[in-house]
């Protein structure tokens, strides 16, 4: 049933390039430039006049929707604001009829999530669910919405139902921002071509497995860790903290690069192991200089770079390359060895990899 993997964390890591094919099939049409959601088909006006879109989700999926404000915002100029749905619906939050809300959620079984879209519901607003597993409570709650496709996710730490979730967000934010008219037929055609290349770029992320877990055996003693990603990577870096600290039982944290200076670059010494995404176009220049501060720290770096980076590779101690391709589609790519490098640590200190202390697949109790 694990199809020859040690553990279904492992399968699902190397199942993504495929999740995402099944994610996009029948929906994006890449050669005739055109994105099919019949959720969002049949509610297109209600997505065309929407003031804002207020994602709900928690944990994985929460990140997921962070990658998603980033894409709505820049390529559908979409206000959006992304929620822990413990915290929205606790809050009296202001909801109206011209809201939409997006609720994302592997499980579709989420508590805090099933409750956030009850009450936003209730607000007279129109709910939209992301969901993965068929039939959920979330999914029956929702009046419309997208699965990811992903197909059944049994390790507790969620790895292709991330990806898939952000491969649903992006084809919605494409097809809303075409349909608003904010990007351009050429680039939409082009972003719908860098899309589908993106299976077939982890699948050649997955090949570097060796290497991460060369990196794994050097900091699987660490007792800290930090991850640094600025724009669309850094809720990847937060994605990437996460999923360390969940399977590894290592402390870590996901900060945007430029927050280092205002608090934690006070953590850095010799023993503390940092994650940088620093991607070609990524507000690459400043990654370098945050780089350089940590170094001169003493900090150890192990860099997520794009291929044929040469300053980064200068400076840090490990550099993971990963294929070129969109800036607002790294996330895809970057998440991969972060999912590794968390699942080899957790191998080599002997950790219950599918099953963590304390966690369950779905929280159903809030
Ligand atoms: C992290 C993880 C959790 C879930 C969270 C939401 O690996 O598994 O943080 O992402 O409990 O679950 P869903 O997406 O099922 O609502």
Known sequence: EKGGYEHFMLKEIHEQPKAIIDTYRGRMLADQGIIKMAGVDDH?????????IIIVACGTSWHAGLVAEYLFEDIARIPVEVEYASEFRYRNPIITDKDI???ISQSGETADTLAAIKLAKSKGAFVFGVCNVVGSSIARETHAGA????????????TKA??????????????LGKAKGKISNSLFHSHLQTLQLIPKKIEELLAIDDQVKHIASVYKN???CLYLGRGFNFPVALEGALKLKEI????AEGYPAAEMKHGPIALIDENMPIIVIATSKGHYEKVVSNIQEIKSRSGKIIAIVTQGDTTVKEIADHTIEIPETEE????LLTTIP??????HIAVFLGRNVDQPRNLAKSVTVE
Do not use: C, M, W
């Open 248 to 251: 590894s039982y290592i402390h």
């Open 328 to 331: 607002a589609f790294t996330p």
């Open 147 to 158: 699965y990811t496709h992903a197909g059944p996710e049994i390790g507790v730490a969620s």
């Open 101 to 103: 809300v997006i609720a």
């Open 44 to 52: 297109l006006e209600k997505f065309l006049n929407a003031d804002r």
């Open 338 to 343: 972060l999912q590794l490098l968390s699942y």
């Open 222 to 224: 660490a007792t800290n």
């Open 162 to 175: 991330f990806t898939t979730q952000i491969t649903v967000l992006s084809l919605i934010a494409l097809k």
